[in-house]
């Protein structure tokens, strides 16, 4: 029995002793497990989630940060600064990480609202606005711009106050240093530096540059550690635009333009200087006007049902994007239609009795009683209505409105300005034979400026109708500081529209028009100053009533000088003047005869003689490979300097790149050490308006192959000009006769 008992504990100990294995079995399995699960899970993390963790941590302790590219400055066609850019202060507020310092230093929302519109001049309501992290429609806000356009002073006030969250930094503003001063040219920008309008909207893309950016490290207040950038791309700065402008003609016609619109208690006022052989605007001006550094101040005194109407009316540009019946103006391009179809001739005479009947109608002209008989010339000078629609009558609606087509009206000049309008020009099915006669004289079609100086501007040079433009070229700076000119304006020109016979009769008609039959000379009272022109005077239409108006007028002018060979043509725009007279002599006579004044004065100096001497521009060419002596050679038979910043005696590498177009004297320089400069690069050269032969020359010496489509003069190609190419790039060219 004892022996049964003793065996049974034997056996329990046993049971026991093989259960604690197996727990200890099942514990160490479970154990080696979870470390295995572990090791897994971190040899997963290391290798394959290293970078992206990597990453998750970096941008703990990084910072990225736009850096602005400068906007490109505007000059006028000397270089005088026009629009440039300046550096200011911004403060942007982390509306997360100011929430964090109200909970460490434990102040409340109005306490930092308080301390923020203190230090800034931001009215306190305002800074609160600023402050909420949700808007109205329950969307969460996480950044707000407290102040833009600050000096460092206030900024470093602001700063001071060492608010978590409150982050200052430096922003480009847009600065123009001559005010009004060919503000609606120009145009202005908005808060992001983005053109609005003007050259600053035409030209945004090459003015506006290329942002780069900053990845740095920061402390905890978001500061950045001292040398301790982690990455930089620089910004490309904007590229400069320059104008065909004239500073001096500009302020000359800016003045002019002021007077004429008080001393006519004038609605507007616009004058526009081209050179008519090229196309080039030398001024251009709209009183009244604003101040692109403080747009929206003056707005309020601009026309309009509301503020938005009332802004766009302040930006509005006349001169191009107003239309209007032209008036005894136009009767130039009658007379040389006429001319041209031989349906007139200067021994021609013409029978004015005061008015013309079409059925019930009286169309009268402007001398009620007549001019009795006339000849060519002096229906021109005495701006007969009656014996223009006589002339349009001969000419018939088909061959007018033809020499209207071909002169540009009803279509826009492509002037590269913003906002042009096309007018209103009747077709051949809808011309009445009153509307024949009206249209003759100046009424019925509506213009603007620009297309009745285009057409004017053809009979000044001889006939050719050219492409009115305003810029004359876009460049930029190379590393040596050599003046790269990117783009050159290249206009389109319609050759021989009218005779050079019929518009040197017009011209000398013009001469003795503007002097009104007297001796040549007397209308600026010196015989040596041969101007010519022709005023008008043109009703309004009556938007209310229909019709025109009974007591709102235009009143203008077109002008050239001098008449043998004209350098310059003016035309001069009142717009509803109402100090007591209204026709185009009186009204517009005293406005040219000031402006005149001054331009002889500025023409007849050596300054204005230095300035429109052109210089030569040079496609820079390949170098590479040559020795040193042969590219002195080149460079010296081209008018340029060579610089050479290394020894060798082979030309490795150069700047600018082959293909860059320079003018004459410029540096060049050789054997830079630069890594950034690429041996195996060049510029493809602007080729529009070249003959194909001197385009072959151009493109073999810089081994760039290439093909033609077409006959003539390189139209078009494929490689934007001033583009950076690799060598062997092929290019298409297409010509057009």
């Not at 989630?49 to 990225?64: I, L």
């Not at 302040?314 to 103006?329: C, H, K, L, Q, V």
């Not at 100096?605 to 050679?633: C, F, H, M, N």
């Not at 081209?638 to 293909?659: A, H, R």
């Amino acid at each position: 029995m004892e022996r049964r008992v003793r065996n049974a504990k034997v056996k329990g100990r046993s049971s026991n002793k093989s259960n604690s294995k197996e727990r200890a079995l099942y514990v160490t399995i479970f154990i080696c497990t979870i470390l295995l699960l572990l090791i897994g899970r971190l040899t997963y993390i290391m290798i394959y989630k290293s970078k992206e963790y990597k990453h998750m941590a970096q941008g703990q302790w990084n910072s990225q940060v736009t850096v602005e590219a400068d906007r490109g400055d505007i000059t006028d066609r000397n270089g005088a600064i026009l629009a440039t850019s300046i550096d200011v202060y911004r403060v942007d507020l982390d509306l997360e990480a100011i929430e964090i310092h109200m909970e460490d230093e434990g102040v409340t929302k109005d306490e930092i609202a308080e301390q923020l519109s203190e230090a800034s001049g931001v009215p306190l309501n305002e800074v609160k606005q600023k402050l909420n992290t949700t808007s109205e429609d329950g969307t969460k806000i996480t950044t707000s711009t407290l102040i833009k356009g600050i000096d460092k002073e206030l900024a470093d006030k602001i700063k001071a106050l060492n608010i978590y969250g409150v982050v200052t930094s430096i922003s480009p503003k847009r600065y123009y240093p001559n005010d009004n001063f060919l503000s609606h040219v120009l145009g202005s920008v908005n808060s992001d530096n983005t053109g609005l309008n003007g050259i600053e909207l035409q030209y945004d893309y090459e003015l506006k540059g290329i942002a780069g950016y900053k990845i740095a490290e920061v402390d905890g207040s978001l500061d950045e550690l001292p040398f301790q950038t982690v990455k930089y791309t620089s910004p490309v700065d904007g590229k400069t635009v320059a104008l065909t402008i004239d500073e001096n003609i500009q302020l000359i016609a800016e003045k002019a333009a002021e007077k004429g619109y008080e001393d006519n208690k004038a609605k507007e006022v616009s004058i526009v200087v081209m050179n008519p052989n090229n196309g080039e605007i030398l001024a251009m001006v709209n009183k009244p006007d604003f101040n692109p550094n403080t747009p929206y101040e003056d707005y309020e005194s601009f026309d309009g049902d509301n503020d938005f109407d009332k802004l766009q009316n302040m930006f509005r540009n006349g001169a191009i994007s107003d239309s209007f019946e032209p008036g005894s103006t136009f009767k130039n391009f009658t007379l040389a239609a006429a001319l041209e179809e031989g349906v007139v001739s200067e021994s021609d005479t013409f029978y004015c009795d005061g008015g013309v009947k079409f059925g019930s109608i009286t169309i009268k002209c402007w001398n009620t009683s007549g001019h009795g008989t006339q000849t060519l010339a002096q229906i021109l000078q005495n701006s007969c209505n009656v014996g223009f629609m006589e002339v349009g009558a001969r000419l018939g609606n088909v061959s007018l409105k033809n020499y209207i087509d071909k002169l540009g009206f009803g279509q826009v000049t492509g002037v590269d300005l913003p906002g042009e309008s096309e007018g209103i020009v009747k077709s051949v099915s809808d011309m009445s034979e009153m509307d024949l006669a009206t249209i003759a004289f100046g009424q019925t079609n509506t213009v603007n400026s620009l297309q009745l100086l285009q057409a004017f501007n053809a009979i000044a040079n001889g006939g050719d109708l050219i492409q009115p433009h305003i810029m004359k070229e876009i460049s930029y700076k190379s590393s040596n500081g050599t003046k790269v000119i990117d783009d050159v304006f290249t206009p389109i020109v319609k050759e021989s529209v009218i005779s050079e016979g019929t518009t040197a009769i017009i011209r000398d008609y013009l001469e003795r028009t503007i002097n009104a039959g007297g001796e040549i000379g007397t209308f600026m009272g010196d015989k040596n100053r041969r101007v010519g022109g022709k005023t008008g005077t043109a009703q309004t239409v009556d938007t209310v009533n229909g019709g025109y108006s009974s007591d709102k007028y235009i009143a203008s002018v077109l002008s050239l000088y001098p008449v043998d060979d004209p350098q310059v043509t003016i035309y001069i725009k009142v717009v509803e003047p109402s100090a007591g007279q209204y026709y185009g002599g009186p009204v517009t006579t005293p406005i040219l005869k000031s402006l005149y004044t001054e331009l002889f004065t500025y023409m007849d100096s050596q300054v204005y003689k230095e300035k429109y001497t052109e210089k030569v521009k040079v496609v820079v060419p390949e170098l590479r490979g040559k020795s040193i002596d042969e590219a002195k050679k080149i460079l010296e038979e081209l008018n340029l300097n060579i610089i050479i910043d290394s020894t060798g005696s082979k030309v490795t590498n150069m700047e600018p790149y082959p293909g860059a177009l320079v003018e004459e004297g410029s540096n060049i320089s050789v054997n830079i050490v630069d890594d950034k400069i690429d041996s195996n690069k060049i510029i493809m050269p602007n080729l529009k308006g070249k003959t194909l032969e001197e385009a072959t020359n151009i493109l073999n010496s810089l081994n760039i192959s290439f093909r033609s489509n077409g006959v003539g003069i390189v139209d078009g190609q494929d490689v934007v000009a001033g583009k950076l190419i690799e060598k062997g790039t092929k290019v298409t060219l297409s010509l057009k006769e």
